[in-house]
């Protein structure tokens, strides 16, 4: 009969989870999970508050139906019927109002291709150039991704050379599905392009009801996670809160790792094994990242919630189930209207209001088209002002009217003069100091894998100490953002856990693959439709 083995999980987000529920496959592992906060979920926190009577949500969140390695985990923990299906991609331009639908229950058309470049007044060169570039990146050669992996996105795609409108649009629509930049590694872009263009292997566990090939959460993030933690609790999982990790000490004669952690010292701090699911500073600040001189960089991103009494005028169409991208927006925002009978249908709404707007900024450091500012320059009332104006939203008294009830998302943001306090946080970054002494502090931030950063592995050059998280690499050719890759690394490092323990226990590593043949007729019609509307076009036109 084997020894019960002592496994240590640091993090408590969605990477730290996913590692937590393979882990408990086995009943024989005692395992706790260490989390910093008061809470569980990492970047996928939000909650109703009941002393504000509000929404506060982190960030709005999309998944794929190719998120193969969330979906096993959500499907075998019963949390499947925690999705909602998307009807569509609003693409919009609150300049002018325009907007095409682009329908999430079925594969990009031809047809919509065409309608998002004429509504958009798109230049057909640049696209039709862009179209031959994901072509070509379909049928890249293992060596020419690898190349791709240490490239500029912008300069394989040429996008110095679009012309400025079209620029904006790819930028800021890429910059939203997937967090990528312009800057990130080209491979991560061009497999965004796939993915969204062809057709994908689908998970195998899909919600029940009406098909997408996106969903929402039909309830703030929190509470999904709190469903997740429950069932881990049931299978024997630990949980120590309100603990960070200090410093990792590995004894070699007993082939054991000690943890120090701030606050109280935990009952037992000496395990088997340990999986890392922290975020990258600690990892390095810790010294387990291999070759790695500095910290990556990450960028800003945060969730503003507006709570309203009814639908704005401007917003009209953009209620129902609905993941709106306003691409000409500076601060690349994608929305929501939240209410009942679209994706939260079975949350309680305040009778007094209502409605949601749920908007996630994902490049608050572009200047903003009201003020001209970066967010980091802004007082939280220019803020509001500003996420509102970028949205279409051009009356002041409409604005401030909307702003009473509003929060910039209070779980990872602060404003205050009270930030020094922060100054020793890993992940803490700072805005500038304003005049009044305030100044924004920015307790999480997005990771954006940059052409020059090396790749990362889940084992360590300690034994027995892995990672997991949305800087670690996993497996398949085509790179699937943000959830899907924290999941997937989770279950990676799992699989490492199983594997150190000489345990015959598979974790299931199944990730989307392109169904080739449908893929490359529908490229191959994207490229001759464009050709045929090129000619249409007058030859001066770019």
Known sequence: MRTTKEIAIVGGGISGLVSAFELS???????????????????????????????????????????????????????????????????????TGRKVAVDRTDSLKLETFKELVSTFDLSVTDMLSLARKIAAHVNASYKEREEQAHLKAGNVIGIDKFNEHTKQFIINWFGILTGARMESKAVDIMDSFVLMFLPMKESPHLPPGKHSKSYCFNRPTSEVVAMLVEKLVSRGVKFQYNKRLKNIHHDAISGKTRLETSGEKIPNNTFDACIMAVPHEVMWKLGVLQGVKKPFNDEWSFGTQFAMKQIPKAFKDFAGKSYNLSFDAPWNIVFQIQHQGAFWKDVNFPEEKPYNLSATCSSPFNEGALYGKRFMECTPAEVKQEILFQLGITSEEE??????????????LKYTKDWEKYST??????????????????????????????????????????????????????????????????????????????????????????????????????????????????????
């Open 425 to 542: 946080l890993e992940t803490a970054e700072f805005g500038i100091i304003q005049d009044d002494g305030y100044r924004w502090v920015n307790l999480s931030q997005i990771y954006v894998r940059s052409a020059e950063d090396l790749e990362i592995h889940s084992a360590t050059q300690r034994k027995g100490i892995f990672l997991a998280g949305e800087v670690v690499s996993v497996p398949g050719r085509w790179k699937i953002p943000t959830m899907e890759q924290a999941s997937m690394s989770g279950k990676q490092a799992a699989q490492e856990i199983f594997t150190f323990l000489e345990t015959d226990i598979k974790v299931n590593m199944e990730f989307a693959t392109l169904l080739s043949t449908k893929g490359f007729k529908l490229m191959e019609g994207i490229l001759a439709g464009l050709t045929s509307l090129l000619k249409l076009i007058p030859h001066s036109k770019k």
């Open 25 to 95: 496959e086995d009943p024989s592992l005692d395992i706790t999970i260490i989390e910093g906060s008061d809470s569980c979920g990492g970047k996928m926190k939000g909650y109703y508050n009941e002393k504000t009577n509000r929404f506060e949500e982190h960030s709005i969140r999309a998944l794929g139906s190719t998120y193969f390695a969330f979906f096993d985990v959500l499907n075998r923990a019963d949390l499947l019927h925690t999705l909602t299906a998307v009807d569509d991609y609003k693409f919009y331009e609150s300049k």
């Open 399 to 412: 604005r401030v009217a909307l702003m009473e009830h509003a929060v910039i998302d209070p779980v990872y």
